[in-house]
């Protein structure tokens, strides 16, 4: 059994004792309001970046550079087009202090409440994700379902809300 559950749309069920960060998500939506206040001021393209959150409406820009890790990982040049971006690496330097350590996935199919994989008594290492969704919002939360859910439910999340990881 997972720590929560989400039994329908708008509805979490608590199992274990947890702590959520919706931070990023905030951000997310912050710039998604930014987004709605130049489309209301009748801009006709623009691009919101708050530092790891991106979004992009109308004609502007053609293109954006994403670095994949922040220890010198390729650097991928993708198109947006009215859409959002948001990377996210638990392993960056600069990240948040309270971040660190609070992002793990184990390898093992047995596995705590805690996420301490029993066999080898340590926390596995997680790369970082990187997820195009119509909303910053979306992007943000839907970067964690990529570091934290099996990659098949990961998938069928992405689809649900019509998001892409790269």
């Keep these: 059994m997972s720590d929560l559950s989400l039994p329908c749309p708008g509805e979490v069920v608590k199992h274990r004792e947890v702590r959520l960060d919706v931070g990023g998500v905030a951000k997310g939506f912050a710039v998604d309001c930014a987004i709605d206040a130049l489309r209301t ?43 959002a971006c948001a990377v996210s690496d638990p ?6 202090a ?14 705590t409440a805690s996420g301490m994989d029993p066999l080898s008594h340590s926390n ?5 994700a990187t997820v195009i969704a119509p909303t910053a ?14 990659p098949a439910q990961a998938k069928s999340i992405l689809r649900e809300f019509g998001a892409r990881a790269i």
Aim: aromatic share 4%; with cysteine; proline share 5%.
């Design 41 to 83: 001021a009748h801009c006709s393209g623009g691009l919101v970046n708050a530092g790891g959150d991106l979004r992009v409406f109308g004609t502007y820009p053609p293109a954006v550079l994403i670095r994949a890790h922040e220890g010198g990982g390729a650097v991928r040049n993708i198109a947006l087009r009215n859409a």
């Design 98 to 111: 309270e971040h660190r350590g609070y992002y793990r996935r184990v390898h093992s199919s047995q596995t």
């Design 124 to 128: 596995a290492r997680m790369a970082g």
């Design 91 to 96: 392993s960056a330097s600069a990240g948040p």
């Design 137 to 150: 919002m979306a992007a943000d939360a839907l970067t964690k379902c990529v570091m934290l859910c099996p």
